[in-house]
């Protein structure tokens, strides 16, 4: 009984990132600054492309700094700073983006996307920068940031009778759902537990 009681404990308490919550059984936590510490393993993030003006081509490169992730209630933004060099010319950019987060239940992952963030290429032309068009970013982070959801937490448990006996409980989450507040994605689910025990196939006699 007390191996039960201990184990069934460790399951709701799995390093923090699993927590009570009123009237909701089990709740996986996505904090902001997971997100962002993503973003720094991943290290530095640049792209080069052509342009064509004036008859004349050539290429720009463009480097993030410090592209984060913010989270507020119903909604995820997206910033970054965007160093650009034309040719001789470089300026620096601050863009705000959007980014939308969902859950994918058949996957089971809590889904990051990076849905629009753009920023203008401009050149240098006779002294003064000429915008030429609006770079969307969003078009390089074509796979979104993913993490595991709780419907892997499925787990059995053998339970000691008093009369020597054994129950077979199964415990896994079931309605998974997703909401998004202050620097929290949640993910949220109910528990269903089965008694295995019970569970039997019956046994056709042809007579």
Not at 109 to 118: D, P, Q, R
Request: aromatic content about 14%; overall charge negative; glycine content about 6%.
């Amino acid at each position: 009984m007390k191996s039960f009681l201990i184990t069934l404990f460790t399951l709701f308490n799995l390093s923090g990132s699993l927590i009570r919550a009123q009237n909701q059984d089990l709740v996986v936590t996505l904090h902001e600054s997971v997100l962002n510490k993503m973003f720094k393993a991943i290290g530095q993030i640049k792209g080069t492309s052509a342009y064509s003006f004036m008859f004349v081509e050539g290429t720009y490169t463009w480097t993030l700094v410090n592209p984060h992730f913010k989270i507020h209630p119903g909604r995820v933004d997206f910033e970054t700073d965007v160093i650009v060099s034309v040719a001789k010319y470089n300026y620096r950019i601050h863009v705000s983006g959007d980014a939308e987060t969902c859950y994918d239940q058949d996957a089971n992952l809590i889904l990051v996307e990076i849905t629009k963030a753009n920023f203008p290429l401009n050149v240098m032309f006779f002294g003064k920068p000429k915008h030429l068009w609006d770079v969307e970013l969003a078009g390089y982070f074509e796979t979104p940031f993913f993490f595991e959801g709780p419907l892997s937490i499925g787990t059995e448990f053998i339970f000691p009778m008093p009369d020597n006996t054994t129950r077979t409980v199964y415990t896994h989450p079931v309605n998974c759902g997703v909401k998004i507040v202050e620097k929290q994605i949640i993910v949220s689910a109910e528990m269903e537990f089965i008694n295995r025990d019970v569970i039997k196939t019956p046994i056709l006699i042809n007579k």
